[in-house]
């Protein structure tokens, strides 16, 4: 089974010496059938004064640190080594795929509903309906629409009309900007996502990690962007 290492390094430095708020990390990944965590260890420097872990309400462990003094220098380093057995969208415990037959509109259960209600609100207005109008083009004008077909069609559209532009810092996009500009980092293209299935009934959460991109050679560097931190979108489809 695949063992992957992920070391993590921000470093921020200051010209003159600062005092330190609060910091709150999300580094530790989440553990699951098909992934293990097998070690992790943070270091950060300067030391904090006061360090303790916490759950989000959706599970993530988040690391929360306070500090003492001030500082010229701060630093956050984890190192993690997990076991990583993921199996093909759609694909039941022994690797077999599996033909979903989940169809537009979508029927979660009142048992599930109330948990799902936040990740189906929309976050963003959108006064005019053109992330609805961009949604509604991979809905078929007659008959059913495949779930499993939108979401590859909806992805394959993101990749295919945008341009992929990396950007290390500030909040994602809207979904109106990402529409306008074209072009959006993968959170940026995360948040579009997420609104247009949102506007179809879906419910849609956003999720960060890493992408693994093994090269067989030094001349041949994987996909964009591998060995990085990236973003995706998660959807719960109706069994």
């Given at each position: ?6 070391r ?82 759609f ?87 990402t ?35 093994p ?22 489809l109706?069994?």
């Amino acid at each position: 089974m695949p063992i992957l290492s992920i070391r993590h390094l921000t470093r921020y430095r200051y010209r003159n010496p600062v005092a330190l708020g609060e910091h709150r990390m999300m580094l530790r990944p989440r553990e699951s059938y098909d992934q293990r965590l097998i070690s992790y260890d943070l270091h950060i420097g300067p030391t904090p004064a006061r360090q303790t872990n916490v759950h989000d309400v959706f599970g993530n462990c988040v690391g929360v640190a306070k500090f003492a003094g001030r500082t010229r220098e701060l630093t956050f380093e984890s190192r993690v080594r997990l076991e990583h057995t993921p199996l093909p969208a759609f694909a039941d415990m022994d690797g077999e795929i599996e033909t979903y037959t989940g169809v537009l509109p979508v029927a979660y259960s009142h048992d599930d509903l109330p948990d799902l209600m936040l990740s189906i609100t929309r976050q963003y207005p959108d006064p005019e309906g053109l992330v609805d109008a961009w949604a509604r083009r991979f809905v078929r004008p007659s008959g059913k629409t495949s779930l499993q077909t939108l979401l590859s069609d909806m992805t394959q559209a993101i990749y295919a009309e945008f341009r992929y532009g990396t950007r290390l810092q500030g909040a994602a996009q809207s979904p109106l900007e990402t529409l306008a500009l074209k072009t959006g980092s993968c959170r940026d293209f995360a948040m579009l996502m997420m609104e247009a299935a949102r506007s179809l009934g879906l419910a849609a959460r956003f999720v960060s990690g890493y992408i693994y991109s093994p090269f067989s050679n030094p001349t041949h560097r994987g996909r964009i962007g591998g060995g990085h931190t990236h973003a995706w979108v998660r959807i719960y489809l109706p069994a």
